[in-house]
């Protein structure tokens, strides 16, 4: 089955700095995968998703990457605001089945 | 994005009552709904996966009959948590999956506390 691990489960950033937060996936089948953000209290929010026949994709502020050949994901925010202070998931998927999730970063922004 | 609501946001309720908790996509037909609960700070847990008009598929260690699932239309899915106990008390979360992409969008959220 699909593990998904973040790499630090915490991470600090000063306002104004870009910030990546990494994932790493194990089932090599995976072929879609979400980056979700979660304030407190509140149910995860979708920020951005990528297909494994594309390397980068990029939104408002935002970029993900992925590195098929690792296994890795990663997920860039540019010029990082206090609210972008959250609990990040990353989620990967292999066609139809369920979304397995990563266990967490949380992003901290230093005013 | 796409809009899933959640209906509770917070409910208390006494030890042995029942609980509903309703989900609906708001703007699109979701083909898969999901139940998840999170304990604080823990990442999602999945309770159980549905599809419109069939039983619902629970994870292991999940008990079918303590939570009902209903996914009467591609727009609504509701939980009901039965006799409700302290160890009930949770965070639960759906989430919908459709359109072209099947992309998964989640609700806001209910918090269940049950004294």
């Known amino acids: 089955g699909e593990s998904v691990g973040l790499h630090l489960p915490t991470l600090s950033v000063q306002e104004g700095d870009n910030s990546i937060i990494n994932c790493a996936y194990s089932n090599s089948a995976s072929d879609y995968f979400i980056w979700y953000k979660q304030e407190s209290g509140k149910g995860p929010q979708f920020i951005i998703d990528?297909?494994?026949?594309?390397d980068k994709r990029q939104g408002q502020r935002v970029t993900v990457l992925l590195n098929k050949t690792v296994k890795h994901l990663s997920l860039q925010i540019a010029a990082t605001q206090p609210g972008d202070s959250a609990v990040y998931f990353c989620a990967a998927r292999f066609g139809n089945e369920k979304l397995t999730f990563g266990t967490g970063t949380r992003l901290t922004i230093i005013p | 994005g796409a809009v899933v609501s959640q209906h509770p946001s917070r409910v208390i309720c006494k030890s042995g009552t029942s609980v509903k908790i309703e989900c609906r996509s708001l703007d699109f037909q979701a083909t898969t709904m999901f139940w998840y609960r999170q304990f604080p700070k823990k990442s999602l847990m999945l309770m159980a996966t549905?599809?419109?008009?069939?039983?619902?598929?629970?994870e292991q260690g999940v008990e079918k009959d303590k939570f009902l699932i209903n996914h009467a239309s591609l727009t609504l899915s509701t939980l009901t948590v039965t006799s409700a106990h302290p160890e009930d008390s949770s965070f639960y979360i759906c989430s919908a999956r459709g359109g072209a992409q099947e992309t998964q969008y989640f609700g806001p959220g209910t918090r269940l506390l049950v004294l």
């Open positions: 990528i297909r494994s026949n594309m």
């Open positions: 549905s599809n419109e008009g069939s039983k619902a598929t629970y």
